[in-house]
């Protein structure tokens, strides 16, 4: 590789025109490597009186002695750049401010480990096609059906028989792809796929896990994902593979993001980049633990918050990717998520954000200003996981020996009424007797997404033997499918973590964030085992999908057309206009009953064919009932129409 010995001074310092060549009063973050063949740019943003801004550049990712060091200089506030003449691609380099050296805070490419950022050429990473790449259409985030997936999870056990088991290739096998399209999903929710920092990539053939909720390079695919973490190109190449192949099959891709902390605060690229500056501290000087990490980011901050917007912008446009899940969101201010949903719409208003409405403990700033569930009205088009319905449902996350609704427990159809109507305004729910919220926190029930389970927690599985003691298989069955059914029934987004489809269990585990894969992977030999729950949870995907019912994206269409039924203790039940949405089944009546016991309900008179009943999907029908009284069976739903 040619490196010039003597660099000219007019070169060294000249300004490109690229995203990391910004005038000197533009906010915008630096994207702090750009290459062409003739030249490569280093950006940073460091503090202004630091007394050396460095680059150093190696031949390889783990060369003991770099080759050059290049001084880059100050070119505005916390802005400092250098331009580096010759064709560097293959090269890595480090930035080194005076705290230690590191690929600073926004390397696009990183070599194994993501110790040093590496000089690619990222259109060479390009698979074919992909400037024909489509974003699945999308009228309205209702329209999705979210599943969440870990990659290790999701096809490292042997009966999923994937030629690239753990990989992000394995969402481009055929058969994987197709058992997606079957079960009728049409959003993957992937948990961290950047570059975390406690896989050792450089040990492949040695089984670890994490969940990745431990940031090093944020724009970085992680490389354990890949088939070759040492060389850069792979992981971003095989990245966008995924993507495409998820695409091609009309399934969109959202991206976990942890903006909120960082693994730790020594040894940060933020903090070897600018010491202090990217995380809170409380009055008496402490780093703030909002995350219970350890450390928790200042997204109210300028380089902070612009940061974000720019990696949410990179990973949609260098990615594709089509939605966003932030963790612990309840830690960045309300001004910095909306900033983010204007910039994203400026791209495609489709693209999804949503995130966990709360915090891991107290943050240090104000905290009106944090963007919590309770306030998510406050944020438009900015959705926030619904625990009032997850707890009202199956017990509270901080018990799981504690049971509620689906133990026929009185007292908790208000909470999941709630849940049902999206989290807004509903003249039929009374606030008072809902479980964590005394006021809605949605404006639209888009906002709103329904859950029962997700991987930071026990499988429903786990969670019901936890809280039924003894309890049987069939039983469990019943109930399984029963919590379900208000996840899809639900207005909203439903979310469904994968592989409860079939029965997916983690021994009891509640917090597998670094267990191993006998733990967490799962056994899909429970697709033939348990294959009526496996059709029961199709069928409820399906017939949500095909009926705009069950999915209507505006708040004034769910107050008016979604009536709830007078119904027995630990009975709830509504109807749904699908006249008012052009739905082709006019009426539809849904009964959800968790008594270990049959229950009579009175319902609009009609004609009606059953489309649910006896842990049965059908949409062809599952025969008629006439009248205006039903009868639906114990532990299970009912669904009808006419």
Same mark, same amino acid.
């Given at each position: 590789?040619?490196?010039?010995?003597?660099?000219?001074?007019?070169?060294?310092?000249?300004?490109?025109?690229?995203?990391?060549?910004?005038?000197?009063?533009?906010?915008?973050?630096?994207?702090?490597?750009?290459?062409?063949?003739?030249?490569?740019?280093?950006?940073?943003?460091?503090?202004?009186?630091?007394?050396?801004?460095?680059?150093?550049?190696?031949?390889?990712?783990?060369?003991?002695?770099?080759?050059?060091?290049?001084?880059?200089?100050?070119?505005?506030?916390?802005?400092?750049?250098?331009?580096?003449?010759?064709?560097?691609?293959?090269?890595?380099?480090?930035?080194?401010?005076?705290?230690?050296?590191?690929?600073?805070?926004?390397?696009?490419?990183?070599?194994?480990?993501?110790?040093?950022?590496?000089?690619?050429?990222?259109?060479?990473?390009?698979?074919?096609?992909?400037?024909?790449?489509?974003?699945?259409?999308?009228?309205?985030?209702?329209?999705?059906?979210?599943?969440?997936?870990?990659?290790?999870?999701?096809?490292?056990?042997?009966?999923?028989?994937?030629?690239?088991?753990?990989?992000?290739?394995?969402?481009?096998?055929?058969?994987?792809?197709?058992?997606?399209?079957?079960?009728?999903?049409?959003?993957?929710?992937?948990?961290?796929?950047?570059?975390?920092?406690?896989?050792?990539?450089?040990?492949?053939?040695?089984?670890?896990?994490?969940?990745?909720?431990?940031?090093?390079?944020?724009?970085?695919?992680?490389?354990?994902?890949?088939?070759?973490?040492?060389?850069?190109?792979?992981?971003?190449?095989?990245?966008?593979?995924?993507?495409?192949?998820?695409?091609?099959?009309?399934?969109?891709?959202?991206?976990?993001?942890?903006?909120?902390?960082?693994?730790?605060?020594?040894?940060?690229?933020?903090?070897?980049?600018?010491?202090?500056?990217?995380?809170?501290?409380?009055?008496?000087?402490?780093?703030?633990?909002?995350?219970?990490?350890?450390?928790?980011?200042?997204?109210?901050?300028?380089?902070?918050?612009?940061?974000?917007?720019?990696?949410?912008?990179?990973?949609?446009?260098?990615?594709?990717?089509?939605?966003?899940?932030?963790?612990?969101? &309840?830690?960045?201010? @309300? %001004?910095?998520?909306? /900033?983010?949903?204007?910039? $994203?719409?400026?791209?495609? =208003?489709? +693209?999804?954000?949503?995130?966990?409405?709360?915090?891991? &403990?107290?943050?240090? @700033? %104000?905290?009106?200003? /944090?963007?919590?569930?309770? $306030?998510?009205?406050?944020? =438009?088009? +900015?959705?926030?996981?619904?625990?009032?319905?997850?707890?009202?449902?199956?017990?509270?996350?901080?018990?799981?020996?504690?049971?509620?609704?689906?133990?026929?427990?009185?007292?908790?159809?208000?909470?999941?009424?709630?849940?049902?109507?999206?989290?807004?305004?509903?003249?039929?729910?009374?606030?008072?007797?809902?479980?964590?919220?005394?006021?809605?926190?949605?404006?639209?029930?888009?906002?709103?997404?329904?859950?029962?389970?997700?991987?930071?927690?026990?499988?429903?599985?786990?969670?019901?033997?936890?809280?039924?003691?003894?309890?049987?298989?069939?039983?469990?069955?019943?109930?399984?499918?029963?919590?379900?059914?208000?996840?899809?029934?639900?207005?909203?987004?439903?979310?469904?973590?994968?592989?409860?489809?079939?029965?997916?269990?983690?021994?009891?585990?509640?917090?597998?964030?670094?267990?191993?894969?006998?733990?967490?992977?799962?056994?899909?030999?429970?697709?033939?085992?348990?294959?009526?729950?496996?059709?029961?949870?199709?069928?409820?995907?399906?017939?949500?999908?095909?009926?705009?019912?069950?999915?209507?994206?505006?708040?004034?269409?769910?107050?008016?057309?979604?009536?709830?039924?007078?119904?027995?203790?630990?009975?709830?039940?509504?109807?749904?206009?699908?006249?008012?949405?052009?739905?082709?089944?006019?009426?539809?009546?849904?009964?959800?009953?968790?008594?270990?016991?049959?229950?009579?309900?009175?319902?609009?008179?009609?004609?009606?064919?059953?489309?649910?009943?006896?842990?049965?999907?059908?949409?062809?029908?599952?025969?008629?009932?006439?009248?205006?009284?039903?009868?639906?069976?114990?532990?299970?739903?009912?669904?009808?129409?006419?």
């Amino acid at each position: 590789m040619y490196i010039p010995k003597f660099i000219p001074l007019t070169a060294l310092f000249l300004f490109m025109m690229t995203s990391c060549s910004q005038p000197a009063d533009d906010p915008q973050v630096f994207n702090e490597m750009e290459y062409t063949p003739q030249q490569t740019t280093f950006c940073l943003n460091a503090p202004s009186d630091a007394q050396r801004v460095d680059v150093r550049i190696y031949e390889t990712a783990l060369a003991e002695q770099p080759i050059r060091t290049v001084s880059l200089k100050c070119v505005g506030e916390d802005r400092w750049r250098a331009t580096v003449e010759g064709d560097l691609k293959g090269l890595f380099y480090t930035f080194d401010t005076g705290h230690g050296e590191c690929p600073g805070t926004f390397a696009k490419a990183v070599g194994v480990n993501g110790r040093r950022a590496a000089i690619i050429d990222l259109s060479s990473t390009d698979p074919e096609g992909w400037a024909e790449d489509v974003r699945p259409a999308l009228e309205t985030p209702a329209d999705m059906v979210v599943y969440e997936m870990h990659h290790r999870d999701f096809s490292i056990h042997p009966s999923r028989g994937s030629k690239y088991p753990g990989k992000f290739l394995a969402l481009t096998e055929p058969e994987n792809i197709q058992y997606l399209t079957d079960l009728g999903i049409n959003a993957v929710q992937i948990l961290p796929s950047y570059d975390y920092a406690t896989v050792d990539e450089a040990r492949p053939d040695v089984p670890q896990y994490n969940w990745g909720y431990d940031p090093l390079n944020y724009n970085v695919p992680e490389g354990s994902y890949s088939t070759d973490a040492t060389r850069p190109e792979v992981r971003i190449r095989e990245f966008k593979q995924m993507v495409q192949a998820l695409h091609r099959a009309g399934i969109r891709v959202i991206l976990d993001v942890v903006y909120n902390h960082c693994m730790s605060i020594d040894g940060s690229n933020f903090q070897l980049t600018y010491p202090d500056y990217y995380f809170r501290k409380v009055a008496d000087g402490k780093y703030s633990d909002g995350s219970g990490c350890g450390n928790e980011t200042a997204s109210e901050r300028p380089l902070m918050r612009q940061f974000m917007l720019e990696s949410v912008r990179y990973w949609i446009q260098e990615y594709h990717i089509d939605g966003f899940r932030f963790d612990l969101m &309840g830690i960045h201010d @309300i %001004e910095t998520m909306n /900033l983010i949903r204007q910039e $994203v719409d400026k791209i495609d =208003p489709s +693209i999804t954000i949503y995130g966990e409405g709360w915090s891991a &403990g107290q943050c240090a @700033i %104000e905290h009106e200003r /944090l963007a919590m569930k309770a $306030v998510t009205y406050q944020m =438009p088009g +900015i959705g926030a996981f619904a625990d009032d319905m997850r707890d009202a449902i199956r017990g509270p996350f901080s018990d799981d020996n504690q049971p509620a609704f689906l133990a026929a427990l009185p007292g908790h159809e208000e909470s999941i009424k709630f849940g049902l109507v999206g989290g807004i305004q509903h003249p039929q729910v009374d606030m008072e007797r809902v479980n964590y919220s005394k006021a809605p926190w949605t404006v639209q029930p888009t906002q709103h997404v329904s859950y029962v389970s997700c991987h930071d927690d026990m499988s429903l599985v786990d969670r019901l033997r936890a809280s039924f003691p003894g309890i049987q298989t069939d039983e469990l069955i019943r109930l399984d499918k029963l919590a379900q059914t208000f996840v899809l029934t639900s207005q909203g987004i439903p979310f469904l973590w994968a592989g409860e489809e079939v029965l997916r269990d983690k021994k009891g585990v509640h917090n597998s964030y670094n267990q191993p894969d006998s733990i967490n992977q799962i056994d899909w030999s429970n697709q033939e085992k348990y294959q009526d729950v496996y059709l029961y949870y199709r069928g409820l995907i399906g017939m949500r999908r095909a009926h705009k019912a069950f999915r209507m994206a505006d708040a004034e269409l769910v107050r008016s057309h979604m009536r709830f039924l007078d119904a027995p203790s630990c009975v709830v039940a509504f109807t749904l206009d699908g006249t008012a949405v052009g739905d082709s089944w006019n009426h539809i009546v849904c009964i959800m009953n968790s008594n270990r016991t049959p229950h009579r309900v009175t319902i609009p008179q009609g004609t009606y064919t059953v489309v649910c009943r006896d842990g049965q999907v059908a949409a062809e029908g599952l025969g008629q009932v006439e009248g205006d009284v039903v009868t639906v069976g114990a532990q299970q739903a009912l669904i009808l129409h006419d």
